[in-house]
């Protein structure tokens, strides 16, 4: 694979029952590209996503990703309680470096945190409960805890549904701060607007991804 290339699928297929979803994927996505991938419901996007993150195996062909590159996801659940109970924002950033749920993360990681959250513009808010938090500053923390363990690749599923205007045009100006981090980003929007400054755009419809002109 190209040196270039984190994640590529070739001639990838998938269904359920004998009844292809997708059929036949040729895509590649190299270093630092940021990708929007949208599609009606339905369509096949959330199939694509989980063969992307080895969720679901190819029927035929082939996902590769390459040697040592880790993937960060993001879903579209706007809450961020951790085993159904609230925590602070600092809490749960630091969730994203835990070998293990209760273990202890140094004093070097606790920097690490820190500065993702100043990134993220929630430092002052570290002591907050995320209970109290709205969809927009939710959707940044989860956001950040997937950013504070350094994954190349960053999968982010529709991450401004249920949020309101303003916090979504925020959140889309921190996504796009990420990809100006050499970041590699893979967002699924229903708002083709917010994929304005993607490198390049698909479409899922009739059983494949196309590029969009």
């Known amino acids: 694979m190209n040196n270039d290339i984190l994640l590529s699928l070739k001639n990838v297929s998938f269904g359920y029952n004998d009844e292809d979803v997708l059929c036949d994927i040729n895509l590649n996505i190299k270093r630092g590209e940021f990708i929007g991938i949208v599609g009606l419901n339905g369509s096949g996007k959330s199939t694509l996503l989980k063969l992307i993150l080895g969720v679901n195996k190819p029927t035929s062909g082939e996902v590769l990703l390459a040697p040592g590159i880790r993937m960060g996801y993001v879903n579209q659940t706007i809450s961020t309680e951790e085993g159904g109970f609230p925590a602070t924002i600092f809490e749960v950033v630091s969730l994203g470096l835990r070998k293990k749920p ?73 996504i796009n701060h990420l990809h100006a981090m050499k970041k590699t980003i893979i967002f699924v929007s229903h708002n083709p607007s917010n994929l304005d400054k993607c490198d390049a755009v698909y479409q899922v419809r009739d059983k494949g991804v196309f590029l969009n002109a």
């Open 102 to 174: 209760f273990s202890r993360i140094t004093k070097e990681e606790q920097e690490l945190v820190l500065k993702t959250l100043e990134i993220f513009n929630l430092k002052a808010l570290k002591n907050k409960s995320t209970s109290t938090l709205s969809g927009g500053q939710a959707q940044k923390v989860k956001i950040a805890k997937v950013l504070v363990s350094n994954p190349e690749i960053i999968v982010l599923d529709e991450p401004t549904a249920g949020i309101d205007l303003e916090s979504e045009d925020m959140l889309i100006e921190m």
